[in-house]
T-cell receptor
Framework: DAGVIQSPRHEVTEMGQEVTLRCKPISGHDYLFWYRQTMMRGLELLIYFNNNVPIDDSGMPEDRFSAKMPNASFSTLKIQPSEPRDSAVYFC?????????????FGEGSRLTVL | AQKVTQAQTEISVVEKEDVTLDCVYETRDTTYYLFWYKQPPSGELVFLIRRNSFDEQNEISGRYSWNFQKSTSSFNFTITASQVVDSAVYFCALSLSGYSTLTFGKGTMLLVSP
């Protein structure tokens, strides 16, 4: 079975450019999570969806960040305009049930570098 | 608010040594779940174990064992006879009942040399 698929794996862009990260969750999983990993702050939850509906976006840093889940098999995380401090690894994870009782299945991450 | 502390930033051991990774958590809730995840050099996070707050039994899985002590709010992870393939960053995480999100510690990087 395919795991969580993220693209691109690596993205290098210049400050001010728009960045779109993509995620395909595991089929049948109702929950989708976007996390960001940096050396300074570790793993931070940005937003999560349940059945394609955003439930908690309190972790989204600011209005430059937006996330969508138009259907059960696809989600995007968009940064516009990007800034150097957005450089991080962005992980998508999915879960068949709520995270407190079920494990999260993570993708391999998208490493973003903003110059 | 809940918090997870992994005080050890990096640990280096030689193959076959035993190593314990510490995890201390904070929460006022009585029902919660604790997790350990492994992040190998390839980058993805891999689930290792989940524990609920009502189950303080220690668990052993092969060379891995976990020690959960509510009295000290700790959930430590021990690798016996470490191997080079155990080299990774290990994360401890906490989730509250009724919530879907995990709060992660900063992680401990384990380096096992031959």
């Amino acid at each position: 079975d395919a795991g969580v698929i993220q693209s691109p794996r690596h993205e290098v862009t210049e400050m001010g450019q728009e960045v779109t990260l993509r995620c395909k969750p595991i089929s049948g999983h109702d929950y989708l999570f976007w996390y960001r990993q940096t050396m300074m702050r570790g793993l931070e939850l940005l937003i999560y969806f349940n059945n394609n509906v955003p439930i908690d976006d309190s972790g989204m840093p600011e209005d430059r960040f937006s996330a969508k889940m138009p259907n059960a098999s696809f989600s995007t995380l968009k940064i516009q305009p990007s800034e150097p401090r957005d450089s991080a690894v962005y992980f998508c994870a999915s879960s068949p049930i709520a995270g407190s009782t079920g494990e999260l299945f993570f993708g391999e991450g998208s490493r973003l570098t903003v110059l | 608010a809940q918090k997870v502390t992994q005080a050890q930033t990096e640990i280096s051991v030689v193959e076959k040594e035993d190593v314990t990774l510490d995890c201390v958590y904070e929460t006022r809730d009585t029902t919660y779940y604790l997790f350990w995840y492994k992040q190998p050099p390839s980058g993805e996070l891999v689930f290792l174990i989940r524990r609920n707050s009502f189950d303080e039994q220690n668990e052993i899985s092969g060379r891995y064992s976990w020690n959960f002590q509510k009295s000290t709010s700790s959930f430590n992870f021990t690798i016996t006879a470490s191997q080079v393939v155990d080299s990774a960053v290990y994360f401890c995480a906490l989730s509250l009942s009724g919530y879907s999100t995990l709060t992660f510690g900063k992680g401990t990087m384990l380096l096992v040399s031959p």
